[in-house]
């Protein structure tokens, strides 16, 4: 197909949920990307968080490619090794419970839901923040503090309640006899890359303990190892009740992970909850590769060390033009807040052959993948600081 045939098919046949850009995408290999024209492109943002170890990792080609050849689909009634092996995994690098797989990020929030309105015998409410995003399913949604983004959907499921980011005192207040749990995540990437302060986290912890609510923490954008350490929660120096996992674990396929502490992990009895394709060999194959290039590769390390670099570079770009307003962030995960709309940015980055994202309007968002080079980063960073000149 030619290219203005590929955009005409787009638009009669799909429906046009997303936002795109006119870039057709035929290869990719770790931070580079091949357009149909056979231009090349630094990826400084791989798929919203997806792309932690870049594209078509060989340790999760050579799982996939193994796994393709012998059998594609186990139904959840049978066993089958790898996920077993991922299970064991995932407990053993985050804390003892139990897995559930699942094929999303959202599928994994509304397993945690579910899972919070179980384990609360008539107790059902859930506490989430502004600015958070939890997923585009109806009670993923709900948890979402956005009404940008409920807008002509309601009525939204009941039993969420928002409160503020960071306010101790509004968390106090929003808790009731009715409530079950804390939800949120630790960086909120979509609302604009938000850190959640230490206090205020510690303070989550002992209220939910105090209050016996759970402490669901929300790790699809920011787990496995974006923030330099496997999970967020790690820096914090607590641990969660409940947590969620999916956007990079699957290294580029679809997978979504719930995880419950040992004392909630059997509430959801057979019959309770499912999903036909949650934690297929394949993807199972995958996410063991993935884990694996962590731990090999000492992808964490490179993490924090490139992330201080890049945050380096990026404080030297804040003093040089005063439409950066700040940078915030954690690992790899940075959120640069301009003065001015960010679209004209990405816009001029794309046109040199860097990609990045804006959200909220005004915060660029850089999270290229956690094996980036210094060099990658120089010619990132000589990229943005030449558009920024011109938008200056
Ligand atoms: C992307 C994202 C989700 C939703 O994940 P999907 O796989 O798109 O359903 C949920 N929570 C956070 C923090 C996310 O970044």
Not at 2 to 17: A, R, S
Not at 109 to 117: D, S, V
Not at 242 to 249: D, E, H, I, P, Q
Request: proline share 4%.
């Amino acid at each position: 197909m030619k290219l203005t045939e590929i955009f005409q098919v787009y638009k009669d046949n799909i429906m046009p949920t997303y936002n795109k850009l006119p870039l057709v995408f035929v290869k990719g290999k770790g931070s580079k990307l091949w357009d149909i024209n056979g231009k090349v492109y630094l990826d400084f943002f791989p798929g919203w968080g997806v792309g932690n170890l870049g594209h078509c990792h060989p340790k999760v080609m050579q799982g996939v490619r193994d796994q393709i050849g012998k059998l594609i689909f186990v139904p959840n009634n049978y066993y089958h090794p790898f996920q077993a092996k991922l299970a064991k995994e995932l407990i053993y690098q985050s804390f003892p419970g139990k897995v559930f797989f699942a094929n999303s990020g959202a599928e994994a929030n509304e397993g945690a839901i579910k899972l919070a309105r179980k384990s609360g015998e008539g107790r059902y409410e859930i506490i989430t923040f502004e600015n958070a995003f939890h997923g585009r399913t109806l009670a993923a949604l709900a948890a979402t503090g956005q009404k940008k983004y409920q807008n002509g959907f309601e009525p939204m499921p009941e039993g969420f309640k928002q409160v503020k980011f960071n306010d101790l005192a509004a968390v106090k207040q929003a808790i009731s006899d009715k409530t079950v749990a804390i939800m949120l995540e630790l960086v909120q990437g979509e609302g604009g890359i938000n850190v959640a302060d230490r206090d205020f986290v510690n303070f989550l912890r002992k209220i939910c303990d105090e209050r016996k609510l759970l402490l669901i923490i929300d790790e699809v954008q920011t787990g496995i190892g974006r923030t330099g350490k496997m999970f967020c929660y790690q820096n914090y120096g607590i641990v969660p009740d409940v947590m969620t996992l999916a956007k990079s674990l699957g290294g580029g396929l679809p997978i979504g992970v719930m995880i419950a502490k040992k004392e909630i992990s059997d509430l959801l009895a057979p019959g309770m909850h499912a999903t036909t394709f949650g934690g297929g060999p394949v993807i199972c194959r995958a996410a063991l590769g993935v884990l694996r290039a962590m731990q090999k590769e000492d992808i964490l390390r490179n993490c924090r060390n490139m992330g201080e670099y890049l945050l380096e570079k990026l404080n030297l770009l804040k003093n040089a033009y005063p439409v950066i307003k700040e940078i915030r962030g954690m690992g790899l995960m940075f959120g640069i807040e301009l003065s001015v709309e960010g679209k004209q940015v990405v816009d001029k980055c794309i046109e040199r052959g860097l990609l990045i994202n804006c959200t909220h309007d005004k915060v660029l968002r850089l999270m290229p993948a956690l094996n980036i080079t210094k060099k990658e980063i120089d010619q990132a960073v000589k990229i943005l600081s030449g558009v920024l000149k011109e938008c200056a």
